[in-house]
């Protein structure tokens, strides 16, 4: 799919029935003292040395409508899983929703939380993941598996995702996964469109 990506429409937060929201994350500055630089350290650097403040990174669930945050967690700068890990944690708070996600969180763990939860997903991906076509669906969007090891299908555990791959005015190729598998009632035009309401959340974080 290439070419100019019209937008979908939106009535207010919602698309086709369901509320969008994205996750996205980002580090905040903490006040210096033992406590805050214990629990949630910070950059340091070659040497270990600590680089200005302690930070903590924090991951939302935001409206992209209407830019109110509907759940939110906070860990340590290098805590462990990151991102995505926090993300996962808010997945009960995402039921019945569309949860658009960047490149930095795609995974099995995180889709089946979601997906169980009665949320939908639409996660940009780097185009070595879930590249090889299990079943070519007739809009040229294709089925496969995200796998917990690589791209090995055959590993147990993994997800069946729906790859969108478009472009815009023959730029760089964008990757897609999706939950949402059937193309008909779920349309791959305006699924690339709607990934661009992600960054709403961001215009949320400079308010």
């Known amino acids: 799919m290439a070419g100019a990506i019209a937008p979908p429409t939106l009535e207010a937060a919602f698309w086709r029935g ?15 003292n033992d406590t805050t630089r214990t629990a949630f350290g910070g950059q340091v650097d070659s040497a270990g040395r600590p680089i200005g403040f302690p930070q903590a990174r924090v991951v939302t669930l935001t409206e992209t409508g209407t830019h109110a945050t509907i759940d939110a967690r906070i860990g340590s700068f290098k ?4 991102e995505p890990a926090l993300a996962t944690e808010m997945a009960g708070s995402a039921a019945g929703m569309l949860v658009i996600m960047d490149r ?3 995974g099995v ?3 089946k939380a979601y997906t169980q939860a009665g949320a939908h997903l639409l996660i940009r991906a780097r185009t070595f993941v879930a590249a090889k076509p299990m079943e070519v669906l007739p809009d040229g969007t294709y089925l496969t ?3 917990l ?3 090995r299908r055959s590993h147990p555990g993994g997800v069946t995702v729906r790859v969108i791959d478009y472009q815009v005015d023959d730029g760089e ?3 897609l996964l999706t939950d949402l598998l059937d ?3 779920w349309p791959a035009e305006e699924l690339a469109a709607l990934y661009h309401e992600r960054w709403e959340v961001e215009s949320a974080y400079r308010s």
């Open 18 to 32: 369901m509320r969008v929201a994205a996750v996205d994350g980002f580090l905040l500055d903490v006040p210096e």
């Open 79 to 82: 805590g462990g899983g990151g």
């Open 104 to 106: 930095a969180f795609p």
């Open 109 to 111: 763990a995180l889709w």
């Open 145 to 147: 598996r995200m796998n």
């Open 149 to 151: 090891a690589g791209q």
């Open 173 to 175: 190729t964008t990757r």
């Open 183 to 185: 193309p008909e009632p």
